[in-house]
């Protein structure tokens, strides 16, 4: 049984080192084998250029083949793995295109699994123990009110005037804040048509609480199902989202301004020229300290009275282990893999596991990923 690891990006190396260390065999794909030796050359020689049909001629049944690639590389992938009895992690999202698999997925007894990284990936794993911790409580009834949010940002550690900084080419983001969102707000669909419009204060329930800036992103709504909410439960509020430093929307003000007037491909190139000034001026020096922070909240309320509210919250940041993101990305990664290899995740398409027992595994593994986790009790 074979690991084949592709992509060797700057989130990718703590998983996969991980792997290699634990005696896994793992074959390590990269567009650029000089890169890939780099950050994995001291552990294994099991190096080679990244090509789908040199893959496809050596994958076997029961293979894991993980795409750390961009996206578009997702589905090819995972057809592969289908076609060859082989199985398929990402931390990606689940596009419609991957959800389509399932079926095929199923019957050749093959189990695809994506949003097993930081967000998505540790966020549902948070949401699901609370809802199994909300449901196995006396304060659970389905006529209470539900309020659900789940906020994840990666930040400075040291602030700066940007109030943001990047680990790789800004263009993913500023096309991202194009993306329209649904949430529910007062029991109501909430549709968003640019994160700016939305921005609100949260104050998250650290060690010493502080206040960022959230607004919604992507569609919440389907999530809903995913943490298995059932469908005659009152829902107050359900909002999946991003986290920045305060003065975030004051400093980004006249990118918000420029993004809306963009179109068409003069726009497309004039992101590509923001992006690049963004790089040069706004991106994490060699050796600069990331921050993550994910907060995760559940609370019922009966008669307009807070009956049960929790709160699960992370804080990590970059020390000697590397980038707070690269390890909260790539080693939940590799737990999914360790997962699909012990067979504790059935055929199909999944996202992160609701299973009480991997839950609690992997929260306990991330736990010694992050600075602080903790599940706060706001009625304690």
């Known amino acids: 049984m074979t690991i084949h690891w592709c992509g060797t990006g700057l989130s990718a190396i703590p998983g996969l080192r991980r792997l290699i260390e634990a005696g896994h065999n793992v074959t390590v794909w990269n567009r650029t084998v000089e890169k890939a030796q780099a950050e994995v050359g001291d552990l294994t020689d099991k190096i080679k250029a990244f090509d789908i049909d040199t893959l496809g001629a050596e994958l076997a049944k029961d293979d894991v083949i993980v795409s750390m690639l ?27 295109e991957m959800r389509a698999l399932d ?53 400075p550690k040291t602030p700066n005037p940007f109030r943001y900084k990047f680990s790789w080419s800004p263009l993913g983001v500023l096309k991202a804040l194009r993306s329209p969102s649904r949430s529910i707000r007062n ?8 994160p700016w419009d939305a921005i609100s204060s949260y104050v ?93 909240g559940l609370k019922a309320e009966k008669d307009g009275a807070e009956v049960w509210h929790k709160t699960y919250v992370m804080d990590a940041w970059g020390d000697e282990r590397g980038t707070a993101m690269a390890r909260l990305v ?41 600075q602080h986790l903790q599940i706060v009790d706001h009625n304690s």
């Open 204 to 296: 998250a329930p650290l060690p010493t609480p502080e206040s960022f800036e959230v607004y919604p992103n992507r569609d919440s709504l389907p999530f809903q199902a995913q943490y298995h909410f059932e469908e005659h439960w009152p829902v107050k509020e359900f909002v999946r989202g991003t986290l920045r430093l305060n003065g975030w929307a004051e400093a980004w003000d006249g990118v918000f301004k420029e993004v809306e007037t963009l179109s068409g491909p003069e726009g497309d190139a004039r992101l590509k020229e923001m992006s690049d000034q963004f790089w040069a001026e706004n991106a994490y020096d060699e050796g600069e300290l990331d921050r993550v922070v994910l907060c995760v």
């Open 330 to 370: 790539s080693i939940p990664v590799s737990l999914a893999i360790e997962a699909v290899m012990d067979r504790a995740i059935a055929a199909g398409v999944h996202a992160a596991p609701s299973d009480p027992k991997l839950v609690q595994a992997w929260m306990g593994e991330i736990d010694k990923l992050a």
């Open 187 to 194: 029991y109501a669909p909430l549709d968003v048509a640019r």
């Open 70 to 96: 961009p996206g578009d590389w997702h589905v090819p992938l995972a057809e592969l793995a289908i076609s060859k009895g082989a199985n398929f992690v990402s931390s990606s999202y689940i596009a419609p």
């Open 103 to 155: 079926d095929r997925a199923r019957e050749a007894g093959v189990v695809i699994v994506n949003e097993v990284g930081l967000d998505p990936g540790i966020d549902h794993l948070m949401a699901h123990a609370l809802i199994d911790d909300y449901r196995a409580s006396d304060a659970f009834d389905s006529d209470n009110h539900i309020s659900f949010i789940s906020y994840c940002g990666g930040i």
